[in-house]
């Protein structure tokens, strides 16, 4: 989508070099072991638990910053990271149908994006790069490290396979749903990197919080997925920390 944006002048195409790309290689393989490992925990467990675990990224976030960019934080931050990982473990003890891939797929993909935004925040400096246009230069180059890797490990045969399983599973609407769901999923990113520059990080905060919410209940309800009381207080909890969190990070 955005290399058709580039081309019709939709949106402007970024003035880059080599150096951006070199700089751009780390990004892209955290980017692209944070959705594989999202993609698998999904595959394992509800959509709803993923989202919940994955709540737990700022403990991530303020655990790699300490150890390798030796960054502090005030006091509050830290205590915020109580009720997210207290919630995330109430979740996960309590989860009916708790499968080890799923959470570790989560947790890996937490800790992944962490990686990614810190590499970010790196590669941006001093560079004249929209964070919506530096998000796509990293989509397309996940995209170069992953089909040789998914070439080897399940290569056409296998693909062939699963294609024709998910048409048996879903009929024809699958390709659909596919479709639909890569535009939107492109459409959600864009929109957050161009919703950062126009409105403030608290509001930014708060509609990200809503939207987590958003996602756990929907999927709750579409799905139909059985949940106890005590799960549903344990993602309360996570998400009002990481809502805590992310406003103490920005004070």
């Known amino acids: 989508m955005m290399l058709v944006s580039w081309v019709t002048r939709i ?34 467990v509800t959509v709803s638990f993923t989202h919940i675990i994955k709540s737990g990224e700022p403990a991530f976030s303020v655990l790699v910053s300490r150890v390798l960019l030796g960054e502090t934080f005030p006091v509050l931050v830290y205590l915020s990271l109580l ?7 109430l979740t996960a003890a309590t989860e009916l149908d708790f499968n080890m891939i799923g959470f570790m797929g ?3 993909s937490n800790l992944a994006f ?33 089909t040789p890797f998914a070439i080897v490990v399940e290569g056409p045969q296998m693909w062939s396979i699963g294609w024709q399983t998910a048409l048996a599973q879903n009929g024809p609407n699958f390709v659909w749903w596919v479709a639909v769901q890569s ?14 520059d126009q409105i403030s990080p608290l509001t930014f905060s708060i509609g990200n919080t809503m939207k987590r919410i958003f996602v756990i209940v929907s999927s709750i ?20 920390g990481t809502f805590l969190y992310s406003q103490q990070a920005k004070a």
């Open 11 to 44: 949106a402007e195409p970024p003035k880059i070099d080599f150096e951006f790309w070199k700089t751009l290689v780390p990004v892209a393989v955290a980017h692209t072991i944070g959705h594989v490992a999202g993609a698998v925990s999904m595959s394992k």
């Open 83 to 89: 009720p997210i990982i207290g919630g995330c473990t």
């Open 106 to 108: 989560a947790m890996i």
């Open 221 to 240: 309800i579409i799905f139909r997925t059985p949940i106890q009381p005590i799960n549903a207080i344990g993602a309360a909890i996570a998400i009002l």
């Open 114 to 146: 962490v990686f990614r935004n810190i590499f970010s925040k790196k590669g941006m400096k001093g560079r004249s790069v929209s964070g919506m246009n530096y998000y796509a230069c990293s989509s397309i180059m996940s995209l170069f490290i992953l």
């Open 183 to 196: 535009i939107f999923y492109h459409l959600y990113n864009q929109v957050s990197y161009m919703s950062l």
